[in-house]
C-alpha cells in the first residue's frame, strides 16, 4: 500500500491566491521530507528539505516567502504556494525518507495550474 | 557537486525486445544509485537502489541494473519488454549525509513500446 499521502492530486486556483499541498508519511515517523517540483517533460528538481520542529531547507534559487514549508508534526510536511502566478504552474512532488539505508518514498504529485 | 546523465531523452522498443537505459554519474565519493519509474501524472516509484556489494542489481517488473565504477554509470535493463512498461525512467544519485538525502535526478528517458 501506499506509504506517503499527497493531497490534492489536483488543484487550480486563481492568480493571487494562496495553495497549501500536503505530505503524509503513512508508515513511519518521518523527521525529513523534501519537496520536488517537475516542470513538464523535465526532471525532478529538490526545492527544500523539510524537518520537523524545525525552519526548512531552500535550494538555492527557491524563495522561502513564496513557498512556504510546514513540517509540525512527524507525518505531515505542508508545502504552501503563495500568492500564485501562473509561472508557479507545475507538478509538485513531496517525499520521505524511510529508515536508514532504506528508500525515499514519494507521494504521487500534486498537479497546479494557476490562471 | 553530483550530476546524472541520460543521454536518451526518448527510446522506442517492441514488445518483447529487450531495453537498455543509459544512465551516467558524477560524483566525488561511493554514490548511491536509484532507478524510478514514472506513470503519466503519478509520483515516482522505485524500481531498483545500489548502495555497495554485489554490482548487478535486481529490481522490481524485472528491471537489473549494473553499477560500474570505471565508466561511472547505472545502467537499467530488460530482458523482454512489456507493453506496461512504457511510462518515464529516472535516474538518480544521491548521499547518506544523517538525516538528510539530497538525491540528484537525471533529465529522465521516456519509453514508449511498440506493440
Known amino acids: 500500500g501506499a506509504v506517503v499521502s499527497q493531497h490534492p492530486s489536483w488543484v487550480i486556483c486563481k492568480s493571487g491566491t494562496s495553495v497549501k499541498i500536503e505530505c503524509r508519511s503513512l508508515?513511519?515517523?518521518?523527521?525529513?521530507m523534501f519537496w520536488y517540483r517537475q516542470f513538464p517533460k523535465q526532471s525532478l528538481m529538490l526545492m527544500a528539505t523539510?524537518?520537523?520542529?524545525?525552519?526548512?531547507?531552500?535550494e538555492q534559487g527557491v524563495e522561502k516567502d513564496k513557498f512556504l514549508i510546514n513540517h509540525a508534526s512527524l507525518t505531515l510536511s505542508t508545502l504552501t504556494v503563495t500568492s500564485a502566478h501562473p509561472e508557479d504552474s507545475s507538478f509538485y512532488i513531496c517525499?520521505?525518507?524511510?529508515?536508514?539505508?532504506?528508500?525515499?518514498?514519494f507521494g504521487n504529485g500534486t498537479r497546479l495550474t494557476v490562471t | 557537486a553530483q550530476s546524472v546523465t541520460q543521454p536518451d531523452i526518448h527510446i522506442t522498443v517492441s514488445e518483447g525486445a529487450s531495453l537498455e537505459l543509459r544512465c551516467n554519474y558524477s560524483y566525488g565519493a561511493t554514490p548511491y544509485l536509484f532507478w524510478y519509474v514514472q506513470s503519466p501524472g503519478q509520483g515516482l516509484q522505485l524500481l531498483l537502489k545500489y548502495f555497495s556489494g554485489d554490482t548487478l542489481v535486481q529490481g522490481i517488473k524485472g528491471f537489473e541494473a549494473e553499477f560500474k565504477r570505471s565508466q561511472s554509470s547505472f545502467n537499467l535493463r530488460k530482458p523482454s519488454v512489456h507493453w506496461s512498461d512504457a511510462a518515464e525512467y529516472f535516474c538518480a544519485v544521491g548521499a547518506w549525509l544523517g538525516s538528510g538525502d539530497k538525491l540528484t535526478f537525471g533529465t529522465g528517458t521516456r519509453l514508449a513500446v511498440r506493440p
Open positions: 517525499s520521505v525518507k524511510g529508515l536508514q539505508d532504506s528508500p525515499l518514498h
Open positions: 508508515d513511519f515517523q518521518a523527521t525529513t
Open positions: 523539510s524537518n520537523e520542529g524545525s525552519k526548512a531547507t531552500y
